[in-house]
């Protein structure tokens, strides 16, 4: 079965049908970019999979073993969320409150879980300072612990290198593959970088106003809606002479 399954899945935002008649299917372990112009539902289908708002036709159906307040997320950054005056241990720790239940404090389960997180992404060094006080790569990275401490098995990342500079940007990547890769963690990332997208994620879905695509990476780079898509995003020497869908990695 798969982890994740949108069966004929439509979604309105304002009184309006952003995402019509989406049907895909996301097993364990894959990793999953879902591009697509402003406007054409992106962060409304991360709503509907983490709950927050419901399906006006269709359902999106989770495996057995994998429950809607178990999905790890990480949110697009707003001014007030990069001020929170909050440890980054406490910030991380947090990320275990849906598995706390009803009980009023973490469990040490939970403080293992979070400790275990930030050594896996090399941040234990900086548990103790202030999250305002940290580089926006940091905050990010942070925030990534916080996400992975809610869950092992899917996160949600929408536009996680989002005003990060370059360097900080390759890092989140490699940090992203190396949990999908080796921790096996399901990845669906939302991105506007569609250059980064195909170099890292072995699925796209890419929401449109017509037909959407969902397919595999190699697929989608060869398809008539990649090959438009990619092109108008790239500016490089070699983009500017051959086509990039026919196998241009953008390294």
């Not at 409304?44 to 307040?69: A, Y």
């Not at 963690?185 to 250059?195: A, C, E, G, K, L």
């Not at 090959?227 to 020497?237: I, K, V, Y």
Request: charged share 20%; hydrophobic share 35%; with cysteine.
């Amino acid at each position: 079965m798969s982890l994740l399954k949108c069966d004929n899945v439509s979604m309105s935002y304002d009184g309006k049908t952003v995402i019509s008649g989406l049907n895909f299917s996301l097993n364990s372990g894959e990793y999953l970019c879902v591009v697509g112009e402003n406007g054409s539902g992106k962060s409304t289908l991360m709503k509907g999979i983490l709950g927050l708002m419901q399906p006006t036709t269709g359902k999106i159906v989770f495996s057995d073993d994998l429950k809607q307040n178990q999905i790890g997320y990480l949110p697009q950054q707003s001014g007030i969320q990069k001020d929170f005056p909050a440890s980054v241990w406490e910030v991380v720790l947090s990320g275990c409150l849906s598995s706390r239940g009803l009980r009023p404090f973490y469990t040490k389960a939970n403080k293992e879980t979070a400790y275990k997180t930030m050594e896996r992404l090399n941040i234990l060094n900086i548990r103790h300072k202030c999250f305002r006080e940290l580089s926006g790569g940091q905050q990010q990275r942070v925030l990534l612990a916080r996400a992975l401490s809610s869950s092992k098995k899917l996160v949600l990342l929408d536009e996680p290198v989002t005003g990060l500079d370059p360097i900080s940007s390759k890092e989140m990547y490699y940090i992203i593959n190396e949990i999908n890769k080796k921790d096996k963690v399901t990845v669906i990332m939302v991105s506007h970088d569609i250059i980064s997208a195909v170099d890292h994620a072995d699925h796209i879905l890419h929401l449109c106003e017509k037909d959407a695509f969902f397919g595999k990476t190699s697929q989608y780079l060869h398809s008539e809606l990649g090959s438009r898509f990619l092109f108008s995003n790239c500016n490089c020497d070699i983009c500017k002479r051959t086509n990039c869908a026919k196998g241009h990695r953008h390294d």
